[in-house]
């Protein structure tokens, strides 16, 4: 049964709640005993589970950090992005101001409004005082219940922490209750605290078992080993990895957060979970993604961990799903459910032709309006694809709800940590000990009678360090676009304006159908199969560009136009804005409100 943050779990989080200042709404000590709480099994679950609340806060994870952060990259970028009407496409164009009226928030003292700073800020204080009181009052060993509680709430924490830095780059550092004495911090230098946070999962995973080996770990919504260890490679990559720091786009300077250290601790974590057997690839990239949104949450598979939606929260088919246009006999909630970001056009054909992630990720059509409550698949523009990962159709459920969809974000999965062994491997040890990994991974995109082309061929030509490197690049596009990793993937390896350059370049060559994109069909033309909803398209791939025959019908717009052939100029330089470098906007501004509340101590670089 889907896991939801039960009500014991929202009395205890009450008792946390105080009216302390709005920057941090940091919660004051419980007003009940801490003992009886941290050395009561049953009390103490439910205080962690009050961490986690602040997921579903309104402007928190649920309709602020997810729908918005990780736009715009060379895969992925936000449908409206070249309007001016609000401040959406600014903190997805790498224009964000401070007093950006998406995110510069008040929090009122019932914990509404905010924003994802005092939202997270507000689940680490939570965490806090649960891993003090646990410390204190329990006997948190590994294979006890406290020991559980304890680990969970430490990668809690980190997750809070990795998310802040995500967006804001250095961010103040509290790892105790607050106190008169902390209540107003400065900005802390990042390094100091990815060293504690991978530290922490160090001892997580120690206190955590591996999935499916404990009640606790039986679903995805559990936090478990294979996870926590996951979750510790990737924030190592992230630490010794590129990234914008006062002084300009550099490494870490910290020798504990070298290439060499943290490389070799992501290889070694990420052996670990490989070894264990624990996870794995779902066999089927279409079946895990219609598995994800018909909400199939046992553990042991290929999703390691979900932030853990109710019913009445999340947005994630809200905001990323195929289009819905109009109530329909998959959706009830309203009008335009869906559709707010994207691949960009050119994606779709940098993948294989034969790889069967294509047509899972891009998707060329919405639903459109409804006939006796019926919606057909209708073609759109080439300029406003959807994320095919995320569907309504594929819900076991009519979605009744125009706010929420209760569909829980997917934070790591299988695939990633073999992405990660395959660059730390080949980091370290050179292509031929990367190759397996990335093998894996390919593997399961292409057809077994592909697989000795497109898998063992196309791996083993890469035989130089760089070569690899850039095929591992590649493929973390093919298999992660819609899932909003790319960004910091980008900014790590130096690559964001780089890549996003090449992006701009690309679309305006396919917009001149050019280049690697002469071959691409200006007109499509479609049929619909028996069900009279399922769209049959011919024109998508290149080299399709005979009229196919009886039966099909020329996609036009309003004038009979062929509909499928414009690129607008002001679209594509929509990727970020002009006149911005996105390597000197890596990151989000501090909101003004919580400057104007930090008692001076926050200020924007």
């Not at 940091?26 to 050395?39: C, K, V, W, Y």
């Not at 070569?467 to 909003?484: C, H, P, R, S, W």
Request: hydrophobic fraction near 35%; proline fraction near 4%; charged fraction near 25%.
């Amino acid at each position: 049964m889907k896991h939801k943050i039960i009500i014991a779990g929202l009395i205890i989080a009450g008792l946390f709640s105080s009216c302390q200042e709005d920057y941090l709404d940091a919660p004051a000590q419980s007003t009940l005993d801490e003992a009886l709480i941290f050395s009561t099994p049953g009390l103490a679950k439910d205080a962690v589970n009050g961490i986690k609340i602040t997921f579903g806060d309104t402007n928190s994870y649920r309709g602020r950090f997810l729908p918005f952060y990780g736009l715009n990259t060379d895969t992925e970028w936000y449908n409206s992005g070249e309007t001016t009407s609000n401040d959406k496409p600014d903190l997805t164009n790498y224009d964000a101001k401070s007093n950006n009226s998406q995110m510069d928030l008040i929090e009122t003292s019932g914990g509404g409004g905010g924003n994802p700073w005092t939202s997270m800020y507000r689940g680490i204080e939570r965490a806090n005082l649960c891993i003090r009181g646990l410390r204190t009052y329990g006997n948190p060993v590994a294979g006890s219940e406290l020991g559980y509680l304890l680990g969970e709430a430490l990668t809690l924490r980190a997750i809070f922490y990795s998310d802040l830095i995500k967006q804001h780059g250095d961010v103040p550092a509290r790892f105790e209750p607050v106190n008169s004495q902390t209540l107003y911090l400065p900005r802390t230098n990042r390094d100091v605290i990815y060293k504690q946070i991978i530290a922490d999962l160090g001892e997580a995973a120690n206190l955590v078992p591996w999935p499916n080996e404990s009640t606790a770990t039986s679903t995805v919504e559990g936090i478990n080993k294979a996870f926590v260890k996951g979750l510790r490679a990737r924030l190592a990559l992230a630490a010794s990895g590129y990234q914008q720091y006062k002084d300009g786009v550099r490494r870490s300077t910290d020798p504990d957060l070298s290439v060499a250290n943290m490389y070799r601790l992501a290889l070694d974590e990420t052996r670990s979970v490989i070894a264990s057997g624990k996870a794995s690839l779902n066999p089927s990239f279409e079946t895990l993604w219609k598995n994800v949104n018909k909400e199939v949450l046992s553990a042991g598979g290929e999703s390691l961990w979900e932030i853990p939606f109710g019913a009445g929260r999340g947005k994630m088919l809200i905001s990323f799903a195929v289009l819905h246009n109009a109530i329909d006999q998959y959706q009830t909630g309203g009008t335009s459910i869906g559709g707010s970001a994207g691949p960009l056009p050119t994606v779709f054909y940098d993948y294989d032709v034969k790889d069967t992630r294509r047509d899972v990720t891009c998707v060329p059509y919405a639903y459109g309006k409804a006939v006796n409550g019926k919606a057909q698949q209708e073609l759109g523009v080439i300029n406003k694809w959807y994320f095919g990962k995320y569907r309504i159709e594929w819900m076991n459920r009519i979605l009744n709800n125009k706010d929420d969809d209760g569909i829980n974000k997917v934070y790591m999965r299988y695939a990633e940590v073999l992405l990660i062994a395959a660059e730390a491997a080949n980091e370290l040890e050179g292509p031929g000990a990367a190759a397996p990994y990335l093998k894996e991974v390919r593997r399961r995109a292409f057809a077994a009678a592909d697989q000795l082309q497109k898998v063992d061929a196309y791996v083993d030509a890469f035989s130089g360090k760089e070569a690899m490197f850039q095929a591992i690049v590649d493929e973390n596009k093919y298999e992660l676009t819609g899932e909003m990793e790319r960004k910091q993937q980008l900014i790590r390896w130096n690559l964001l304006k780089t890549n996003l350059d090449l992006a701009k370049e690309k679309m305006f060559n396919l917009q001149r159908r050019s280049g690697e994109y002469a071959t691409v069909p200006t007109d499509l033309y479609y049929k619909y199969k028996e069900d009279n909803e399922t769209l049959i398209v011919y024109g998508l791939n290149k080299g399709e560009t005979q009229n196919p025959g009886a039966g099909y019908t020329l996609f036009v717009d309003s004038k009979g136009a062929s509909a499928w052939n414009v690129l607008k100029d002001d679209k594509i330089n929509s990727l970020y804005k002009l006149g911005v470098n996105p390597d000197t906007k890596q990151y989000w501004p501090i909101w003004e409100s919580l400057i104007n509340t930090s008692n001076g101590q926050l200020v924007n670089y």
